[in-house]
Nanobody
Framework: QVQLVESGGGSVQTGGSLRLSCAAS????????MAWFRQGSGDEREDVAR???????KYADSVDGRFTVSRDNAKNTAYLLMNSLKPEDTAMYYC??????????????????WGQGIQVTVSS
């Protein structure tokens, strides 16, 4: 059984930092694309960042330069370091995975497994 469990969320003030973790079980993330998505209240879910098995990362324009996605294959865990947080970053953040090391899908519908989500709240 595959599980993705997010942790590290919470409430911070504008300009603060948080690091989200996504601990995987039932899969070896070495052979997977790992991605982060978010969904604000009343908004559609949007792509935040993704990293393939070769550590090539891509970011949404809204977070590029502030967020860093990484992975620790030995711990079977992916991370999202969020710096310079803004109120508009407030959302439920989800970890997802796709079963290929060399390719991250464009569409979220192609991702195989999802975490339950974790709340990030940034106050002004």
């Amino acid at each position: 059984q595959v599980q993705l469990v997010e942790s590290g969320g919470g409430s911070v003030q504008t300009g603060g930092s948080l690091r989200l973790s996504c601990a995987a079980s039932g899969i070896n993330i070495t052979r997977h694309c790992m991605a982060w998505f978010r969904q604000g209240s009343g908004d559609e879910r949007e792509d935040v960042a993704r990293i393939n098995g070769y550590d090539a990362a891509k970011y949404a324009d809204s977070v590029d330069g502030r967020f860093t996605v990484s992975r620790d294959n030995a711990k079977n865990t992916a991370y999202l370091l969020m710096n310079s947080l803004k109120p508009e970053d407030t959302a439920m953040y989800y970890c997802a995975t796709y079963s290929a090391s060399w390719y991250c899908p464009f569409s979220e519908k192609e991702f195989d497994y999802w975490g339950q989500g974790i709340q990030v709240t940034v106050s002004s």
